[in-house]
């Protein structure tokens, strides 16, 4: 378990515009820190750090070109794996609920889902009677670059 991270201030709201241009040389050692301060660690499993409740990052960069990756992480809601998708539950009442399926057994006459990707192990069950429809989220898990202001 990782130590909780010390809070930091905001530099900036990030956007792929700023990252035009030749690519600045790499830290490991300093991307190792950013990944955990950033709380990265918390989702995403990178070498032997990190959980895996998002996708691995160990080898993300010989998959994927560094432009994608930096538009993964500004704008995580592009494009997101279909292993990775939340469904958003519309209850009987109105009532909403969003996760990630972790049970949908057709034997079965629930529903379960881990709400919180902070948090993996936690779990909420949804009676499917009381379940009026549900469909993929477009949204991402992983917030954005740039949250929306409050």
Same mark, same amino acid.
């Given at each position: ?5 010390? /809070? ?7 956007? *792929? ?21 950033? *709380? ?14 998002? /996708? ?95």
């Amino acid at each position: 378990e990782q130590p909780a991270p010390t /809070p930091r201030p905001l530099v900036k709201h990030w956007t *792929l515009d700023d990252f035009e241009g030749e690519a600045t040389s790499s830290d490991r050692s300093r991307g190792r820190e950013l990944y955990v301060a950033a *709380l990265c660690a918390k989702c995403h499993v990178c070498g032997t750090t990190g959980r895996p409740v998002g /996708p691995d990052l160990t080898t993300v960069a010989s998959r994927f070109s560094r432009r994608d990756l930096l538009e993964s992480i500004v704008d995580p809601s592009a494009v997101v794996a279909e292993v990775h998708r939340n469904v958003l539950v519309t209850k009987n009442d109105g009532s909403l609920t969003q996760g990630r399926i972790v049970q949908n057994d057709f034997r079965e006459s629930k529903l379960i889902l881990a709400t919180n990707p902070f948090s993996p192990a936690e779990l909420v069950t949804l009676p499917k009677s009381e379940i009026r429809s549900w469909e993929e989220s477009p949204v991402s898990p992983m917030p954005p670059a740039r949250w929306p202001a409050s």
